[in-house]
């Protein structure tokens, strides 16, 4: 599998994920023009991205979807309650209700839940043949019954929205510093580096800092955090809002 992630951050994200036999993408909340600028950099046409996974439906991970749906028309892999949102909106789309587990040849997707002050949101393991991808972004925490499931996997693309000081001490006003802190927030250096600590394995070869708040966050307190919590076994990329990764083969 290879991977990049295509933009990050408060104000859009989405994600390039390559099997043998499919390309896809996860979110779609910056512009269309934007990511199909990057697909080409990266030499992906983005009439070959045949589906879209969506971790759940606000703006900054669904804004661009529209106009890329018109012009592309891929498949949405969304749980029924995204559905029910998006119809209102978005009348015309194909779609696949995932629920659990979902397969695609040797492209295997396993969804579990995480916890966002939305309807619904999902974060993703995607498996093939001896490679896999954990996909985690806006929750407020990880459930350990999912650690057992998610444990010693090749790539951990993680949330690491804030620096806890930067925030509480930023222009913020307090309901909303309260809301990114709380269960339904996002995860914070620390939790995301602690949550690595518990996950990171023999297997696992990189990990992706994402959603990294332009306001509440630096990159080096990210990632510094993230490699001192993990001991500097791993690897570790800081994603940006406006240029993509390096594309990541495992």
Do not use: W
Not at 59 to 84: A, T
Not at 212 to 231: F, G, P, Q
């Amino acid at each position: 599998m290879k991977v990049s992630v295509l933009a990050s951050g408060s104000k859009g994200n989405s994600t390039y994920i390559e099997t043998l036999h499919h390309k896809f993408l996860v979110d779609l909340g910056t512009t269309s023009t934007y990511v199909e600028k990057k697909l080409k950099e990266l030499e992906i046409d983005p009439k070959e991205i045949e589906g879209i996974f969506l971790t759940h439906t606000h703006v900054d991970h669904i804004s661009g979807l529209r106009v890329f749906i018109k012009r592309y028309h891929p498949e949405l892999y969304v749980s029924q309650i995204m559905y029910d949102e998006l119809v209102k909106t978005y009348p015309d789309f194909s779609y696949t209700i995932i629920d659990k587990y979902f397969e695609l040849d040797s492209f295997h997707i396993t969804v579990f839940k995480t916890s966002h002050d939305v309807d619904d949101s999902n974060g993703y393991l995607f498996e093939e043949n001896h490679s896999s991808i954990v996909y985690i972004t806006d929750t407020g925490y990880l459930n350990k019954k999912y650690f057992n499931m998610l444990t010693n996997r090749s790539i951990y693309i993680m949330e690491s929205n804030h620096d806890i000081n930067l925030l509480m001490n930023g222009s913020y006003p307090y309901h909303l510093k309260q809301r990114i802190l709380g269960d339904r927030g996002h995860l914070s250096n620390v939790d995301s580096s602690y949550y690595l600590s518990k996950l990171i394995g023999k297997n696992t070869e990189k990990i992706i800092l994402i959603h990294l708040s332009e306001e509440n966050n630096d990159a080096k307190i990210a990632y510094d955090t993230c490699v001192e919590k993990i001991n500097d076994q791993v690897p570790v990329i800081i994603s940006t809002q406006k240029e993509q990764t390096e594309l990541v083969e495992v």
